[in-house]
């Protein structure tokens, strides 16, 4: 019992972590984080979706079950080139003003 209330505080301490930094952020690498997350998400949607509708119809196409397999691994890479962009503009932002 112990164990599950100091891994949920643990958990806890971790989300609030990370509350404070995104929100001590400068303004353009939120800027950043804020356009590009539902962008990417919103793409990652429709090709998740394209690539299901191709599965379950009848004529289905192994050029596009690869290109949409190929949008859905390029939607998750530029997310997280996003993130790490946005994390390396703020420490190099906050090391110049410094």
């Known amino acids: ?10 958990k806890l301490n971790v989300l609030k972590l990370l509350n404070s930094a995104v929100c001590e952020m400068a ?9 590009a997350t539902p962008v ?9 979706a394209l690539f299901v509708a191709n599965k379950t119809s009848n004529n289905f196409s192994s050029v596009f079950e ?4 190929t949008l859905i691994t390029n939607c998750i890479f530029v997310m997280a080139e996003f993130i790490i962009a946005s ?3 703020d420490i190099f932002i906050r090391k110049r003003s410094q």
């Open 40 to 48: 990417t998400l919103t793409l990652l949607a429709v090709a998740t």
């Open 27 to 35: 303004e353009f690498p939120k800027k950043m984080l804020k356009y």
């Open 87 to 89: 994390l390396a503009i």
């Open 1 to 10: 019992m112990e164990s599950k209330q100091n891994n949920s505080s643990t």
């Open 66 to 69: 690869f290109t949409t397999t």
